[in-house]
């Protein structure tokens, strides 16, 4: 899911760069600040999720959780996605600083997309529905990055079709465990502390 | 349960390769031949077949060579230079590495090449000044101590839990100066 410095044209990371500032400025100005526990740890859990990696098969994926952070917190995905990518960036290696804005807007605006196309869904009283949402945002969110990643690299040169290709194939399995465990994690949210799904708004 | 089923077939068809990691690798000079790795962090190594372009400073080409199916490359150096060496692994993968001019043999330019140095010995190249010799031991040295460099590479890139806590620890840090300027306002909005 990160792209590294060198593989995409400057006018794709000049771009990614304003909508990513863009991204921040919504969600710093739509942020309360008695969320901002909330807003930490899952900044954290993503930090860490990207490094923690799961055997499967022959190979080896690691959560993203950019669903659950986005049904969760919204706008506010922006600012609590790029911290983490950056920290990443320093800690880690992962990506780059440059491509900080393509990495943050590829991660953070799929969250944003899945929070008001499955707040409806998560405010239903039905647990049924509620997991069946939180599946959809979470596998949902995954697509929709990969779909992004795909389309940065064709507007590098790629050929947009083989790449969207190859990194969606590579993240059907990512996309399957990502939906489980947004699910999960949405019926306990809900049955726990639904006021951190806005279900009380 | 008919649902889990489906995910379980689902999830053992996709046993695809995710190469959601960090590109890594190696070079490795010795003597003229100058060998490489590329891989990715989980283990992975690069696909058979992918190229690998190697240019000079000014970005001119000076050989592209293919990896094998275990992500080595080899190609023998003809100049005493700084080595760039680029390989596109596809999906926002790159491989970058410069393999700087002092770590290739002095003798590369000069009049002894490759083909002096395979030459039977004889009485003058046990000479300590004789290029050839100079060469040989050169090209000992680098064999010897590539799997400590390859070790030390693969060290470099491991990340330790000190790392881990550090990055968690500077979230929380940041989340505590916000809450600390929120309750500031608060109290000069409630003074004011």
């Known amino acids: 899911m990160h792209i590294v410095d060198g593989a995409l044209s400057a006018p794709v990371l000049a771009t990614g760069a304003v909508l990513s500032i863009a991204g921040v400025a919504i969600g710093l100005r739509k942020l309360d600040y008695n969320q901002l526990p909330q807003v930490g740890v899952l900044s954290a859990a993503f930090f860490v999720a990207s490094y923690i990696h799961l055997p499967l098969g022959f190979s080896s994926v690691h959560l993203i959780l950019n669903g659950l952070i986005g049904l969760t917190l919204g706008w506010v995905a922006f600012p609590a996605l790029l911290v983490a990518l950056l920290l990443q960036a320093v800690f880690f290696g992962f990506g780059g600083f440059l491509v900080l804005g393509v990495n943050a807007f590829n991660i953070a605006m799929p969250a944003v997309l899945v929070f008001y196309l499955c707040r409806k869904g998560l405010q239903s009283t039905n647990q049924r529905t509620v997991a069946i949402w939180g599946v959809v945002g979470g596998a949902g969110a995954t697509c929709a990055t990969t779909l992004f990643v795909a389309l940065s690299l064709a507007l590098s040169g790629d050929a947009f079709l083989l790449a969207a290709k190859v990194t969606f194939i590579a993240h059907i399995p990512i996309m399957i465990i990502e939906g489980f465990v947004t699910g999960a994690a949405v019926v306990l949210i809900s049955k726990v502390k639904p006021e951190l799904l806005g279900i009380t708004d | ?192």
């Open chain 2, 1 to 192: 349960m008919k649902m889990h089923t489906f995910f379980f077939i689902l999830l053992s068809l996709c046993l695809v390769e995710a190469n959601a990691h960090n590109v890594l690798g190696g070079v490795y000079a010795i003597g003229e031949d100058v060998e490489g790795e590329i891989g990715f962090s989980n283990g992975d190594m690069a696909a058979a077949g992918n190229v690998v372009f190697v240019r000079d400073a000014s970005g001119a080409q000076i050989t592209v060579v293919e990896t094998d199916d275990e992500g080595f490359f080899a190609f023998t150096a003809t100049q005493r230079i700084d080595h760039y060496i680029f390989s596109d692994l596809g999906s926002g993968h790159v491989f970058n590495y410069v393999l700087p001019a002092d770590e290739l043999p002095d003798s590369l330019g000069s009049i002894v090449t490759v083909k002096a140095v395979e030459a039977v010995l004889s009485d003058s190249d046990l000479d300590p000044h004789s290029a050839q010799l100079k060469v040989m031991i050169e090209k000992a040295v680098a064999k010897q101590i590539r799997p400590l460099r390859k070790e030390l590479n693969e060290y470099k890139e491991k990340v330790s839990l000190q790392d881990m806590l550090g990055g968690i620890g500077y979230i929380f840090g940041l989340c505590g100066v916000g809450i600390w300027l929120a309750q500031r306002n608060q109290k000069n909005n409630g003074a004011g």
